[in-house]
């Protein structure tokens, strides 16, 4: 692992942890530009009633007022969860240089998993991807959110 990684990561799994606290599904995410954060978030579908108010959703669109550009060149993504088709394809948009990931979604992904957007020849971006980062800590906290609604 990426030493740099843990410390963004850690703060994403606490958006994951804030997520759940508030009924959304544990997912959290942050943006880093420069070593700082700029933009921190977790799932809010159920609150805003936003089917696209994904983690990776909700901070580039903060990031992106943050610094005033739809592209976000140089920064860095962190989120728990490999990224769906919508926040994969959202980060190409973005421009965004790196993705870091914890857990794989064989189910949901659109990375490593399923369609494996940045390797179709559609793709215009496809930044550089990092997984397993913190994976058995972001795989636990989905499965006992979703044990418990068993």
Same mark, same amino acid.
């Given at each position: 692992?990426n030493?740099?990684?843990?410390?963004?990561?850690?703060?994403a799994? !606490?958006e +994951?942890?804030a997520? $759940?606290?508030?009924?959304?599904?544990?997912?959290? @995410?942050v943006?880093?530009?420069? =070593? #700082? /954060?700029?933009a921190?978030d977790?799932?809010?579908?159920?609150?805003?009633k936003?089917?696209?108010?994904?983690?990776?959703?909700?901070?580039?669109?903060?990031a992106a007022?943050?610094?005033?550009?739809?592209?976000?060149?140089?920064?860095?993504?962190?989120?728990?969860?490999e990224?769906?088709?919508?926040? !994969?394809a +959202?980060?190409?948009? $973005?421009?965004?240089?790196?993705?870091?990931y914890a @857990?794989?979604?064989p189910?949901? =992904? #659109? /990375?490593e998993s399923?369609?494996?957007?940045?390797s179709?020849?559609?793709?215009?971006?496809?930044?550089?991807?990092?997984?397993?980062?913190?994976?058995a800590?972001?795989a636990?906290?989905l499965?006992d959110?979703?044990?418990?609604r068993?």
């Amino acid at each position: 692992m990426n030493a740099f990684a843990s410390g963004p990561m850690q703060a994403a799994l !606490a958006e +994951a942890r804030a997520a $759940a606290e508030r009924g959304e599904v544990p997912i959290g @995410a942050v943006i880093v530009r420069d =070593g #700082a /954060v700029i933009a921190a978030d977790g799932n809010r579908t159920l609150e805003l009633k936003d089917p696209t108010a994904h983690a990776e959703m909700l901070v580039i669109r903060a990031a992106a007022a943050a610094i005033g550009s739809e592209r976000l060149i140089g920064c860095d993504l962190y989120v728990t969860l490999e990224p769906c088709p919508m926040c !994969a394809a +959202a980060i190409s948009f $973005a421009r965004l240089r790196r993705l870091y990931y914890a @857990a794989a979604d064989p189910k949901g =992904g #659109a /990375v490593e998993s399923g369609v494996r957007l940045y390797s179709q020849p559609t793709c215009h971006h496809a930044p550089e991807v990092y997984d397993g980062i913190a994976a058995a800590e972001a795989a636990t906290m989905l499965r006992d959110f979703f044990r418990q609604r068993r």
